[in-house]
């Protein structure tokens, strides 16, 4: 059996790309597809396991080499070029996907294909719509805007299987493309953490990790904790990181790192009271991760943390994405503090380990693709 893989784009090793990295040690693939491929070694080598295979790219999105995201309102053109490319010059057998945007559209012949949708797709065309075209540029982009979206739900007809890769975005395909799907949660590298050695009540700081970009709301967290008088350490570079420290200018409180190395994240989290998460993530692999480390959660009530933090257990929510609300949430965690116990939090997120994923992908695979 012929087998192959195909990633929207190869750019930075990030959520997605350690998804590749699980399906890459669990298959054996004989070609790996993209529309781009711009990504540094290094990053390829982690992505692959160690190893640098041969991408087979678009033609048309060479030419962009790392502008090819500007050539979006081209992309079911790319994409019939793409699919025209490599007919007849390659039989595979499965095909999986990889996809956020593009790859669900994917079609060599008429191979067996199963897509792992990685977040809700062709977000800039759907929910982030506003964000990514504000104001005048919103209404000049209504005709593209349409005809992409009919573009997107045509693509996610293709595939004969689709898995999400959390209830959130299960939902949300169903919504949106009509279809049911199998949920699989990503792997997270439960292993590469460990336990936290300090008691949660010694605990003297609360701690956020993130890329800083308007979306993920980093703006009420710190707002929220200057009000509160309790100290923040902000770890993470981005745009808006100008803004923020302007917003937290004298205030010795709020503390940012700056881009930090994998070792270091985790000795802030590990010592840290809890970790808080103001963002909406179709999974939130960062939750996760300080749950690995037996440090609780506090996050907005929206998106796939609803599926990996236990309230009351291993976290806690905050119901609005507001300045009061994180407030009230971070007083009613203070006031339960008794109730976390860190070894029970790491317990919980033993269930997204890449072990986890691994074996429900056997499965899946064994029941729709090896019967």
Request: glycine share 4%.
């Amino acid at each position: 059996m012929k087998i192959a893989i195909i990633h929207d784009w190869l750019d930075k090793y990030g959520g997605a790309e350690r998804v590749v990295t699980s399906f890459d040690k669990i298959i054996s693939f004989d070609y790996y597809f993209a529309y781009a491929d711009v990504m540094n070694d290094s990053d390829k080598l982690k992505m692959f396991n160690g190893k640098n295979p041969t991408i087979i790219k678009s033609d048309l999105m060479k030419i962009l080499g790392t502008y090819f995201r500007f050539a979006f309102p081209l992309f079911p053109f790319i994409t019939k070029c793409f699919n025209s490319q490599v007919r007849n010059k390659y039989s595979v057998d499965l095909l999986i996907s990889s996809s956020w945007c593009l790859s669900k559209g994917f079609r060599i012949n008429s191979e067996f294909h199963i897509c792992y949708i990685q977040a809700r797709n062709f977000k800039y065309i759907w929910d982030e719509y506003k964000n990514y075209f504000p104001g005048i540029l919103g209404y000049i982009f209504i005709p593209f805007r349409k005809y992409l979206q009919n573009f997107d739900i045509k693509m996610s007809k293709n595939p004969d299987h689709i898995i999400a890769n959390s209830k959130f975005v299960q939902k949300w395909i169903k919504e949106h493309y009509k279809l049911d799907s199998t949920v699989i949660y990503p792997p997270v590298s439960v292993e590469d953490f460990s336990l936290r050695k300090t008691k949660i009540s010694d605990s003297e700081y609360y701690v956020t990790v993130g890329r800083l970009v308007k979306y993920k709301r980093f703006d009420l967290l710190i707002d929220a904790f200057i009000k509160l008088n309790k100290k923040l350490i902000v770890i993470g570079d981005g745009a808006e990181r100008t803004n923020l420290e302007k917003k937290a200018k004298n205030n010795d409180n709020i503390i940012f790192t700056g881009f930090l190395s994998s070792n270091e994240i985790s000795s802030y989290i590990s010592n840290a009271r809890a970790f808080v998460f103001s963002s909406i993530e179709d999974f939130g692999i960062a939750p996760v991760e300080a749950q690995s480390c037996g440090t609780p959660v506090i996050a907005y009530a929206k998106g796939g943390v609803l599926e990996t933090v236990v309230e009351n257990k291993t976290g806690v929510f905050f119901k609005s994405q507001d300045v009061n609300a994180i407030q009230d949430a971070v007083k009613h965690f203070e006031n339960i503090l008794s109730n976390f116990d860190s070894v029970l939090i790491r317990e919980n997120a033993q269930n997204f380990s890449e072990e986890a994923f691994a074996e429900n992908l056997r499965v899946f695979l064994k029941k729709n693709v090896y019967k």
